[in-house]
């Protein structure tokens, strides 16, 4: 019988509370859920379930709602499956550095075949809110602050986890969050007030959810935080207008942990009664853990506040989902017939991501990579050289430190017997203040050839709930920096952190720095291949690194302003003379203690390859709407070792309706060069890429000129300039 028929058939013969029972996620982590969820389940007052993921439980639970309640409706069992299950890929963030959606797709396949193992069905991932502001805790699970590299990983991670037919075995349901525009939470504070004009919304915050719809994503949720004073699980504007209505979305959308009920102390309802009612209007298909629609749901029905048709559409939604995903016909999990947890793939898969993320920031004369031949002993140092459970980060709750292979451990098995390793912590954590293990650290230093310390955040503080108001290195990690430096010797940095840290006071003390997010299980291998180039590093930014916390938001695809700085008129705060006359400090928009350079723009990343561009052309200098230009550049690599560079095409549109940002990313590619190769690489642009929401909130290209550069970063210089014409 064909999906549909299936569905009108269910809902005929369900009654309203079966029917409001299929809107109900219940939470089942607590106690031995088959019994205290049993009544429930046979009476049909649960849609589904969250947070088990013992598999013998989960098979009981869709044993109890499939042959013991009327319908034999199963249950669709959700968990937040971020960056892995088992195999812990690196967060978000970190996969975003690869700039590899191949990559990013494959790993979403792992994880989503590991979690089908345990009975899970529905993922809620990816993250895909823009996000421009490091304080946030919960950047750690974003793809960082650009649009165009959002919705390509977005796209990239729902086919992942989706598979090509959500039946497919080990396939489960993906959910796009948060929509929308949680990343602009003010002051970085999760779960705070964002306050969005729309045309920003549908130029920047929008796209990557659109992109998501595209890619066939099952499942939408709403943002904790309210927008424009209204919280995103009662906004019409976003859940009807923009996601049922703009972009025909035929999925489930389903709240955040209890954010019915939070309708109330946001102060947009006055009671439980009034937050259901709000968010079933604005188009909240099943609610998350809460029992605002549990309890009032029948009630607003009986009293016409909510029409039949709207609980049969958020029904019928829910139905299709189970159906497309194959429940009905294959409720039961059997763990053999997928893949085991932690096999070969799995892990090399998390290899290839952890090596692809790292990015290095810095190398001083080459001192990078180090030889193990030209080392007799090497200090290691700092708290997270072997901090298993730290590395794996945020939002990890089925990884097993045990599992990872940390840095130290990696280095080890890598030199044996070779070079002497000495090991000092230094500190018990990433917050902990300078004691005598210090000296024992600068002994360390002084005593060997050479120096890898490996600071950063610990998993706990990234992630939701966890922002932080100054973002630098916790604790008195830059004293220990500082005093590591004191020795003389060569000092290699590696931070391991769920965020953009404001590094000033120790990137100029150290020689080499990578940057290497929390890269999950396979991290350790994938350092210790960079640091002694077995790999060369290919990571680029996805989102700027800021001097000090005070630039934030900085971003590259900033506004031009009225008064754009240039470096001759940047005057220090250190440079203006008490003696002076008060004259004028520049009149442009920077600031007077960081200038207006972030510490790393977007995009950069350095490599043991020497990447060089030039000879960029454009296949016509003109084009009119509806054509394609074609821009190509030389790249070549004069290094010594082959290397994988991210070659990036930006593109400024110089005069709009509403003023463009300086730069805007429109493509990229991924390309390994061999040792004294070049290649010719080539980009089309469409004109219809140059489009965006203007003054009438009319999505349309603009004819005028425009720039264009490829280069290695959001400030490549190599560029030309082109103008699109009007239709003939």
């Not at 058939?9 to 509370?17: F, I, P, Y």
């Not at 690869?98 to 494959?106: F, I, K, Q, R, S």
């Not at 793809?143 to 497919?168: C, I, K």
Request: net charge negative; charged share 20%; with cysteine.
């Amino acid at each position: 019988m064909p999906i549909e028929d299936q569905v009108e058939s269910l809902l005929q013969q369900m009654t309203l509370a079966e029917k409001i029972g299929q809107m109900w996620q219940r939470n089942a982590s607590e106690g031995h859920p088959p019994e205290y969820l049993a009544e429930d389940l046979r009476a049909g007052r649960v849609g589904a379930v969250i947070n088990v993921v013992d598999v013998n439980t989960v098979n009981e639970l869709q044993r109890i709602a499939v042959e013991e309640s009327r319908l034999g409706i199963p249950l669709l069992v959700g968990r937040d499956v971020i960056h892995g299950f088992r195999t812990i890929m690196p967060l978000p963030l970190g996969l975003a550095a690869t700039w590899d959606p191949a990559l990013v797709g494959e790993c979403a396949r792992v994880s989503a075949r590991e979690a089908a193992t345990a009975g899970i069905n529905w993922t809620f991932a990816p993250m895909i809110d823009i996000a421009r502001d490091p304080r946030w805790g919960r950047i750690a699970e974003s793809f960082g602050e650009d649009v165009l590299l959002t919705s390509r990983l977005a796209a990239a991670m729902v086919h992942g986890f989706q598979d090509v037919d959500l039946a497919a075995p080990g396939a489960i349901a993906a959910c796009a969050k948060h929509f929308a525009g949680y990343g602009a939470v003010e002051s970085g504070r999760d779960y705070a007030t964002t306050s969005i004009p729309e045309i920003e919304l549908r130029n920047v915050y929008f796209p990557p959810f659109k992109a998501a719809v595209d890619a066939g994503v099952a499942t939408f949720m709403p943002s904790f935080s309210d927008l424009n004073g209204v919280p995103a699980t009662g906004n019409e504007f976003l859940l009807r207008q923009v996601l049922r209505d703009e972009w025909d979305f035929g999925g489930v959308v389903v709240s955040d942990w209890d954010s019915v009920r939070q309708l109330s102390i946001h102060g947009l309802t006055e009671d439980d009664a009034g937050s259901a009612l709000a968010a079933a209007l604005a188009g909240v298909d099943m609610e998350m853990e809460g029992d605002a629609y549990r309890k009032h749901l029948a009630d607003l029905v009986e009293r016409g506040h909510v029409g039949i048709d709207l609980i049969d559409d958020a029904v019928a939604r829910i139905l299709r989902l189970k159906l497309r995903l194959g429940l009905f016909d294959a409720p039961y999990t059997d763990p053999a017939a997928l893949p085991p947890l932690l096999d070969r793939p799995a892990l090399e898969t998390a290899r290839r991501a952890a090596l692809q993320s790292v990015v290095m920031l810095v190398n001083r004369d080459g001192l990078l990579p180090l030889s193990a031949h030209s080392l007799s002993s090497i200090a290691v140092i700092g708290p997270l050289a072997d901090a298993a459970h730290e590395q794996i980060g945020t939002w990890t709750f089925d990884g097993h430190a045990a599992d990872a292979i940390t840095p130290l451990q990696a280095l080890r098995t890598l030199l044996g017997a070779g070079v002497e390793l000495r090991h000092v912590p230094a500190m018990a954590h990433s917050r902990s203040r300078a004691g005598p293990e210090f000296e024992h650290a600068v002994a360390a230093a002084s005593e060997t050839d050479a120096t890898i310390v490996f600071l950063g955040e610990e998993a706990i503080l990234s992630g939701e709930a966890h922002s932080r108001a100054e973002i630098g290195l916790p604790g008195d990690q830059a004293e220990l920096v500082r005093r590591l430096r004191s020795t003389g010797k060569p000092l290699v940095a590696v931070i391991m952190a769920g965020r953009p840290l404001t590094l000033a006071d120790i990137v100029d003390q150290v020689d080499a720095l990578l940057f290497a997010w929390h890269p999950g299980t396979m991290g350790g291998p994938a350092i210790a291949d960079l640091l002694f180039g077995r790999e060369s590093p290919s990571g680029k930014l996805p989102v700027t690194f800021p001097r000090m916390v005070g630039q934030v938001p900085i971003y590259y695809s900033q506004k031009n302003t009225g008064k754009p700085p240039t470096p001759d008129q940047v005057v220090h705060i250190d440079a203006i003379d008490p003696h002076a006359p008060q004259t004028s400090l520049g009149m442009t928009a920077f600031h007077l203690d960081a200038g207006y350079l972030p510490l790393f723009p977007f995009g950069f990343g350095l490599s043991y390859g020497e990447f060089h561009y030039a000879e960029i052309r454009a296949s016509a200098d003109r084009i009119r709407l509806g054509e394609t230009l074609e821009i190509s550049v030389q790249l070549s690599n004069r290094g010594p070792v082959a290397a994988e560079e991210v070659v990036q095409l930006y593109v400024r549109d110089l005069v709009g309706s509403v003023t463009r940002p300086v730069r805007e990313l429109k493509e990229f590619r991924r390309v390994r060069v061999g040792p004294g190769e070049a290649v010719r690489l080539s980009f089309e642009l469409h004109t219809d890429q140059l489009a965006f929401y203007g003054r009438s909130l009319r999505y349309a290209t603009e004819p005028g000129e425009f720039h264009a550069w490829i280069g290695g970063s959001s400030d490549a210089g190599l560029g030309i300039t082109f103008r699109v014409l009007g239709a003939s």
